[in-house]
Protein backbone atom coordinates (compact mmCIF):
# COMPACT_ATOMS: atom_id res chain seq x y z
CA UNK A 1 0.00 0.00 0.00
CA UNK A 2 2.89 2.32 1.19
CA UNK A 3 4.33 1.48 -2.18
CA UNK A 4 1.45 2.28 -4.16
CA UNK A 5 1.03 5.49 -2.64
CA UNK A 6 4.59 6.43 -3.30
CA UNK A 7 3.94 5.62 -6.65
CA UNK A 8 1.28 7.33 -7.23
CA UNK A 9 2.49 10.32 -5.30
CA UNK A 10 5.50 10.47 -7.46
CA UNK A 11 3.60 10.16 -11.25
CA UNK A 12 1.95 13.21 -9.67
CA UNK A 13 5.36 15.14 -8.87
CA UNK A 14 6.69 13.68 -12.75
CA UNK A 15 3.19 14.90 -13.91
CA UNK A 16 3.56 18.07 -12.51
CA UNK A 17 6.83 19.06 -14.57
CA UNK A 18 4.58 19.07 -17.82
CA UNK A 19 4.20 22.81 -18.25
CA UNK A 20 2.62 24.04 -21.31
CA UNK A 21 3.21 27.83 -21.55
CA UNK A 22 1.43 30.70 -23.51
CA UNK A 23 2.44 33.80 -24.36
CA UNK A 24 0.26 37.17 -24.54
CA UNK A 25 0.95 40.71 -25.26
CA UNK A 26 -1.34 43.46 -23.76
CA UNK A 27 -2.01 46.60 -22.50
CA UNK A 28 -0.68 46.30 -18.75
CA UNK A 29 0.09 49.71 -18.62
CA UNK A 30 -1.21 52.93 -20.17
CA UNK A 31 -4.59 53.35 -21.77
CA UNK A 32 -6.48 50.31 -21.88
CA UNK A 33 -5.03 48.72 -19.31
CA UNK A 34 -7.75 48.20 -17.03
CA UNK A 35 -9.28 46.20 -20.23
CA UNK A 36 -6.38 43.95 -20.15
CA UNK A 37 -5.43 43.61 -16.63
CA UNK A 38 -9.42 42.18 -16.86
CA UNK A 39 -8.91 40.16 -20.36
CA UNK A 40 -5.61 38.45 -18.53
CA UNK A 41 -7.56 37.64 -15.19
CA UNK A 42 -9.52 35.57 -17.11
CA UNK A 43 -6.82 33.70 -18.97
CA UNK A 44 -5.50 33.03 -15.80
CA UNK A 45 -8.34 32.10 -13.80
CA UNK A 46 -9.15 29.47 -16.94
CA UNK A 47 -5.42 28.61 -16.66
CA UNK A 48 -5.44 28.11 -12.95
CA UNK A 49 -8.32 25.90 -12.60
CA UNK A 50 -7.21 24.06 -15.51
CA UNK A 51 -4.30 23.19 -13.72
CA UNK A 52 -5.82 22.03 -10.72
CA UNK A 53 -6.57 18.66 -13.04
CA UNK A 54 -5.43 16.12 -15.67
CA UNK A 55 -1.54 16.86 -14.16
CA UNK A 56 -0.65 19.01 -16.74
CA UNK A 57 0.42 22.48 -15.46
CA UNK A 58 -0.89 25.89 -17.77
CA UNK A 59 1.50 28.99 -17.41
CA UNK A 60 0.57 32.61 -19.14
CA UNK A 61 3.77 34.80 -20.14
CA UNK A 62 2.34 38.21 -20.47
CA UNK A 63 4.57 41.25 -22.02
CA UNK A 64 3.67 44.60 -21.78
CA UNK A 65 2.87 46.56 -24.90
CA UNK A 66 1.40 49.64 -23.05
CA UNK A 67 -1.54 49.76 -26.01
CA UNK A 68 1.38 50.41 -28.77
CA UNK A 69 1.28 48.54 -31.86
CA UNK A 70 5.06 48.65 -32.23
CA UNK A 71 5.54 47.49 -28.79
CA UNK A 72 3.24 44.11 -29.31
CA UNK A 73 5.35 43.76 -32.68
CA UNK A 74 8.25 43.50 -30.74
CA UNK A 75 6.72 41.74 -27.80
CA UNK A 76 5.01 38.92 -30.39
CA UNK A 77 8.98 38.55 -32.18
CA UNK A 78 10.05 37.61 -28.39
CA UNK A 79 7.26 35.22 -28.25
CA UNK A 80 7.96 33.14 -31.24
CA UNK A 81 11.32 33.04 -29.74
CA UNK A 82 10.54 31.29 -26.69
CA UNK A 83 9.35 28.07 -25.86
CA UNK A 84 5.53 28.85 -25.93
CA UNK A 85 3.33 26.67 -27.64
CA UNK A 86 0.78 29.16 -28.43
CA UNK A 87 -0.68 32.99 -28.22
CA UNK A 88 -3.67 33.67 -26.56
CA UNK A 89 -5.68 37.16 -25.72
CA UNK A 90 -3.65 40.03 -27.22
CA UNK A 91 -5.51 43.08 -26.67
CA UNK A 92 -3.97 45.48 -29.52
CA UNK A 93 -6.59 45.17 -32.54
CA UNK A 94 -3.50 47.18 -34.78
CA UNK A 95 -0.81 45.26 -33.33
CA UNK A 96 -2.10 41.57 -33.19
CA UNK A 97 -2.78 42.86 -37.27
CA UNK A 98 0.45 44.46 -37.51
CA UNK A 99 1.97 40.70 -36.21
CA UNK A 100 -0.24 38.31 -38.05
CA UNK A 101 2.33 37.87 -40.81
CA UNK A 102 5.30 37.11 -38.46
CA UNK A 103 3.04 34.91 -36.68
CA UNK A 104 1.74 33.37 -39.83
CA UNK A 105 5.10 32.98 -41.09
CA UNK A 106 5.54 30.48 -37.74
CA UNK A 107 2.02 29.07 -37.92
CA UNK A 108 2.18 30.03 -34.48
CA UNK A 109 -1.70 29.13 -33.16
CA UNK A 110 -3.61 32.65 -32.19
CA UNK A 111 -6.32 32.22 -29.26
CA UNK A 112 -8.92 34.19 -28.74
CA UNK A 113 -7.54 38.01 -29.56
CA UNK A 114 -9.23 40.33 -27.40
CA UNK A 115 -10.51 42.69 -30.73
CA UNK A 116 -13.18 42.42 -33.28
CA UNK A 117 -10.81 43.73 -35.80
CA UNK A 118 -11.51 42.84 -39.37
CA UNK A 119 -8.23 42.73 -40.55
CA UNK A 120 -7.77 39.93 -38.55
CA UNK A 121 -10.72 38.35 -40.37
CA UNK A 122 -9.78 37.49 -43.64
CA UNK A 123 -8.71 34.97 -46.23
CA UNK A 124 -5.08 35.56 -45.47
CA UNK A 125 -5.46 34.91 -42.07
CA UNK A 126 -5.00 31.44 -41.00
CA UNK A 127 -3.57 31.21 -37.59
CA UNK A 128 -6.31 33.46 -35.71
CA UNK A 129 -8.66 31.54 -34.14
CA UNK A 130 -11.78 33.90 -32.90
CA UNK A 131 -13.38 33.30 -29.93
CA UNK A 132 -15.87 35.76 -30.00
CA UNK A 133 -17.62 38.07 -33.17
CA UNK A 134 -15.96 40.58 -35.21
CA UNK A 135 -16.74 43.66 -35.62
CA UNK A 136 -18.63 43.28 -38.89
CA UNK A 137 -21.66 41.05 -37.03
CA UNK A 138 -21.52 43.70 -34.10
CA UNK A 139 -22.43 46.70 -36.66
CA UNK A 140 -24.67 44.25 -38.72
CA UNK A 141 -26.96 43.76 -36.08
CA UNK A 142 -26.76 47.27 -33.92
CA UNK A 143 -27.68 48.76 -37.99
CA UNK A 144 -30.56 46.31 -38.23
CA UNK A 145 -31.93 47.17 -34.88
CA UNK A 146 -31.62 50.75 -35.57
CA UNK A 147 -33.25 50.04 -38.42
CA UNK A 148 -36.13 48.08 -37.17
CA UNK A 149 -36.98 51.51 -34.75
CA UNK A 150 -36.65 53.53 -37.86
CA UNK A 151 -34.33 55.37 -36.25
CA UNK A 152 -32.45 56.54 -39.42
CA UNK A 153 -30.84 60.00 -39.07
CA UNK A 154 -27.82 58.38 -37.65
CA UNK A 155 -24.58 60.01 -36.65
CA UNK A 156 -21.35 57.75 -37.37
CA UNK A 157 -18.26 58.50 -34.83
CA UNK A 158 -15.44 56.36 -35.32
CA UNK A 159 -11.65 56.82 -33.89
CA UNK A 160 -8.43 58.69 -36.57
CA UNK A 161 -7.10 55.75 -37.92
CA UNK A 162 -9.36 53.09 -38.07
CA UNK A 163 -8.40 50.63 -40.50
CA UNK A 164 -10.44 50.68 -43.42
CA UNK A 165 -11.77 46.66 -42.72
CA UNK A 166 -13.37 47.87 -39.60
CA UNK A 167 -14.76 51.26 -41.33
CA UNK A 168 -16.00 49.41 -44.02
CA UNK A 169 -17.77 47.02 -41.67
CA UNK A 170 -19.42 49.73 -40.39
CA UNK A 171 -20.76 52.14 -43.60
CA UNK A 172 -21.51 49.09 -45.27
CA UNK A 173 -23.59 47.78 -42.56
CA UNK A 174 -25.62 50.83 -42.74
CA UNK A 175 -25.29 51.23 -47.23
CA UNK A 176 -27.36 47.55 -46.76
CA UNK A 177 -29.65 48.80 -44.55
CA UNK A 178 -30.36 51.81 -46.93
CA UNK A 179 -29.07 54.27 -44.31
CA UNK A 180 -26.97 57.06 -45.45
CA UNK A 181 -25.58 58.73 -42.16
CA UNK A 182 -25.83 62.20 -41.58
CA UNK A 183 -22.57 62.97 -40.07
CA UNK A 184 -19.60 60.98 -39.99
CA UNK A 185 -16.72 62.09 -37.62
CA UNK A 186 -13.33 61.10 -36.61
CA UNK A 187 -11.99 61.83 -33.10
CA UNK A 188 -8.18 61.45 -32.00
CA UNK A 189 -7.44 61.11 -28.24
CA UNK A 190 -7.70 64.67 -27.59
CA UNK A 191 -10.54 66.18 -25.48
CA UNK A 192 -11.18 68.91 -28.02
CA UNK A 193 -11.91 66.50 -30.56
CA UNK A 194 -14.76 64.93 -28.25
CA UNK A 195 -15.92 68.60 -27.73
CA UNK A 196 -16.32 69.60 -31.44
CA UNK A 197 -17.86 65.93 -32.39
CA UNK A 198 -20.34 66.04 -29.71
CA UNK A 199 -21.68 69.74 -31.04
CA UNK A 200 -21.49 69.28 -34.46
CA UNK A 201 -23.59 65.97 -33.34
CA UNK A 202 -25.76 67.33 -31.36
CA UNK A 203 -27.32 70.10 -33.61
CA UNK A 204 -27.70 67.51 -36.65
CA UNK A 205 -31.26 66.57 -35.41
CA UNK A 206 -30.28 62.84 -34.92
CA UNK A 207 -32.28 60.00 -33.90
CA UNK A 208 -29.28 57.80 -32.79
CA UNK A 209 -25.32 57.88 -32.81
CA UNK A 210 -23.25 54.68 -34.02
CA UNK A 211 -19.63 54.86 -31.86
CA UNK A 212 -16.74 52.56 -33.21
CA UNK A 213 -14.22 53.74 -30.37
CA UNK A 214 -12.85 52.91 -27.10
CA UNK A 215 -14.27 54.24 -24.15
CA UNK A 216 -12.82 57.80 -23.96
CA UNK A 217 -14.29 59.46 -26.71
CA UNK A 218 -17.68 57.75 -26.34
CA UNK A 219 -18.42 58.86 -22.50
CA UNK A 220 -17.00 62.09 -22.97
CA UNK A 221 -19.81 62.52 -25.94
CA UNK A 222 -22.47 61.14 -24.23
CA UNK A 223 -21.87 63.58 -20.99
CA UNK A 224 -21.42 66.89 -23.10
CA UNK A 225 -24.67 65.52 -25.59
CA UNK A 226 -27.11 64.88 -22.65
CA UNK A 227 -25.65 68.36 -21.47
CA UNK A 228 -26.97 69.90 -24.46
CA UNK A 229 -30.25 67.90 -23.91
CA UNK A 230 -30.13 65.77 -26.68
CA UNK A 231 -33.04 62.86 -26.68
CA UNK A 232 -31.79 59.94 -28.96
CA UNK A 233 -29.62 56.84 -28.61
CA UNK A 234 -26.54 56.18 -28.34
CA UNK A 235 -25.10 52.54 -29.58
CA UNK A 236 -21.51 51.36 -28.83
CA UNK A 237 -19.68 49.03 -30.32
CA UNK A 238 -17.22 46.22 -28.27
CA UNK A 239 -14.38 48.10 -28.76
CA UNK A 240 -15.79 50.52 -25.30
CA UNK A 241 -16.20 47.30 -23.68
CA UNK A 242 -16.16 47.25 -19.86
CA UNK A 243 -14.53 50.98 -19.64
CA UNK A 244 -17.31 52.43 -20.77
CA UNK A 245 -20.15 50.70 -18.57
CA UNK A 246 -18.51 51.24 -15.55
CA UNK A 247 -18.10 55.08 -16.70
CA UNK A 248 -21.61 55.43 -17.59
CA UNK A 249 -22.78 53.37 -14.35
CA UNK A 250 -20.43 55.85 -11.83
CA UNK A 251 -22.65 59.00 -14.49
CA UNK A 252 -25.91 57.35 -14.19
CA UNK A 253 -26.02 57.40 -17.85
CA UNK A 254 -27.43 55.00 -20.65
CA UNK A 255 -26.34 53.86 -23.56
CA UNK A 256 -27.33 50.47 -26.19
CA UNK A 257 -24.27 47.91 -26.02
CA UNK A 258 -22.92 45.71 -27.92
CA UNK A 259 -21.62 42.27 -26.44
CA UNK A 260 -20.46 39.30 -27.71
CA UNK A 261 -20.14 37.82 -24.62
CA UNK A 262 -22.60 36.37 -22.39
CA UNK A 263 -24.03 39.05 -19.98
CA UNK A 264 -22.07 39.03 -16.86
CA UNK A 265 -25.19 38.65 -14.63
CA UNK A 266 -26.83 35.52 -16.09
CA UNK A 267 -25.24 33.32 -13.34
CA UNK A 268 -27.42 30.91 -14.75
CA UNK A 269 -25.13 30.03 -17.39
CA UNK A 270 -22.42 27.82 -16.41
CA UNK A 271 -19.75 29.81 -18.54
CA UNK A 272 -20.05 33.03 -16.27
CA UNK A 273 -20.69 31.07 -12.79
CA UNK A 274 -17.81 28.91 -13.37
CA UNK A 275 -15.71 31.86 -14.39
CA UNK A 276 -17.11 33.95 -11.38
CA UNK A 277 -15.88 30.61 -9.47
CA UNK A 278 -12.44 30.56 -11.08
CA UNK A 279 -11.70 33.96 -10.37
CA UNK A 280 -12.66 33.62 -6.84
CA UNK A 281 -10.41 30.60 -6.45
CA UNK A 282 -7.06 32.38 -7.60
CA UNK A 283 -8.11 35.44 -4.99
CA UNK A 284 -8.40 37.84 -7.67
CA UNK A 285 -10.33 40.97 -6.77
CA UNK A 286 -11.80 41.01 -10.18
CA UNK A 287 -15.38 39.93 -10.40
CA UNK A 288 -16.58 38.51 -13.80
CA UNK A 289 -17.56 41.26 -16.62
CA UNK A 290 -17.25 41.12 -20.56
CA UNK A 291 -13.84 41.89 -20.52
CA UNK A 292 -12.66 39.09 -17.92
CA UNK A 293 -15.34 36.60 -19.53
CA UNK A 294 -13.54 37.30 -23.12
CA UNK A 295 -10.42 36.46 -21.55
CA UNK A 296 -11.37 33.41 -19.74
CA UNK A 297 -13.31 31.98 -22.51
CA UNK A 298 -10.01 32.22 -24.60
CA UNK A 299 -7.95 30.14 -21.96
CA UNK A 300 -10.88 27.61 -21.83
CA UNK A 301 -10.22 27.37 -25.17
CA UNK A 302 -6.66 27.03 -25.23
CA UNK A 303 -6.71 24.61 -22.49
CA UNK A 304 -9.15 22.35 -24.30
CA UNK A 305 -6.85 22.58 -27.80
CA UNK A 306 -3.87 21.78 -25.73
CA UNK A 307 -5.51 18.82 -24.12
CA UNK A 308 -7.19 17.49 -27.86
CA UNK A 309 -3.32 18.01 -29.08
CA UNK A 310 -1.62 16.18 -26.06
CA UNK A 311 -3.52 12.60 -27.47
CA UNK A 312 -2.79 13.29 -30.83
CA UNK A 313 0.46 15.33 -32.60
CA UNK A 314 1.28 16.70 -29.10
CA UNK A 315 1.18 19.82 -27.34
CA UNK A 316 3.47 22.08 -29.40
CA UNK A 317 2.35 24.43 -31.95
CA UNK A 318 1.57 22.43 -34.85
CA UNK A 319 -0.64 19.69 -32.73
CA UNK A 320 -2.20 22.65 -30.87
CA UNK A 321 -3.29 24.28 -34.70
CA UNK A 322 -4.52 21.51 -35.95
CA UNK A 323 -6.84 20.79 -32.63
CA UNK A 324 -8.10 24.27 -32.73
CA UNK A 325 -8.90 23.61 -36.39
CA UNK A 326 -11.62 21.02 -35.48
CA UNK A 327 -12.45 21.55 -32.26
CA UNK A 328 -16.25 22.44 -30.63
CA UNK A 329 -16.57 23.02 -27.61
CA UNK A 330 -19.93 23.91 -25.12
CA UNK A 331 -18.67 25.99 -22.42
CA UNK A 332 -21.95 26.11 -20.88
CA UNK A 333 -24.00 28.70 -22.66
CA UNK A 334 -21.72 29.79 -24.77
CA UNK A 335 -20.12 27.52 -27.96
CA UNK A 336 -16.86 27.77 -29.88
CA UNK A 337 -16.63 25.59 -32.95
CA UNK A 338 -13.89 26.01 -35.52
CA UNK A 339 -13.78 24.09 -39.04
CA UNK A 340 -11.19 23.66 -41.68
CA UNK A 341 -11.14 26.81 -43.34
CA UNK A 342 -13.24 28.72 -40.86
CA UNK A 343 -11.06 30.11 -37.63
CA UNK A 344 -14.49 32.21 -37.02
CA UNK A 345 -15.89 29.98 -33.66
CA UNK A 346 -18.75 32.38 -32.34
CA UNK A 347 -21.36 34.83 -33.89
CA UNK A 348 -22.77 35.48 -30.51
CA UNK A 349 -23.70 38.94 -30.64
CA UNK A 350 -26.09 40.75 -27.82
CA UNK A 351 -27.50 44.08 -27.82
CA UNK A 352 -27.98 45.11 -24.36
CA UNK A 353 -29.41 48.48 -22.48
CA UNK A 354 -27.18 49.42 -20.17
CA UNK A 355 -29.75 51.74 -17.83
CA UNK A 356 -28.86 54.30 -15.26
CA UNK A 357 -28.20 52.29 -12.41
CA UNK A 358 -25.79 50.10 -14.56
CA UNK A 359 -27.70 46.92 -15.17
CA UNK A 360 -28.01 44.94 -18.53
CA UNK A 361 -31.98 45.07 -19.41
CA UNK A 362 -33.72 44.62 -22.45
Request: a positive charge; aromatic letters at 4%.
Amino acid sequence: MAGALSAGFAGRVLAQTNVIKFGQSAAMTGLGAEHARDVRAGIVAAFEAASKTGGTRFELITLDDAGSPERCVQNVSTLLGSNVAALVGLTSGSGTEAAMSAIEQQQMPLVGPASGTMGLRHEKVHSAFHVRAGHDLEFKRMVTYARERALLRVGLVHQVGITPANLGAMTGALANAGIAPREVIAVDQNPASFQAAATKLAGASLDCVLFVTAAAPVAAIIDQMHAARYKGLFYASSMAGQDLIETLTSRGQSAILSVVVPRPSAMGLQVVSRCQQDLTAIRSEERVNVATLEGYISGRIAVEATRVAMRGAGANKRGIKEALSNLRTDLGGYTVQFTPGSTQGSKYVELVALDRYGRMVG
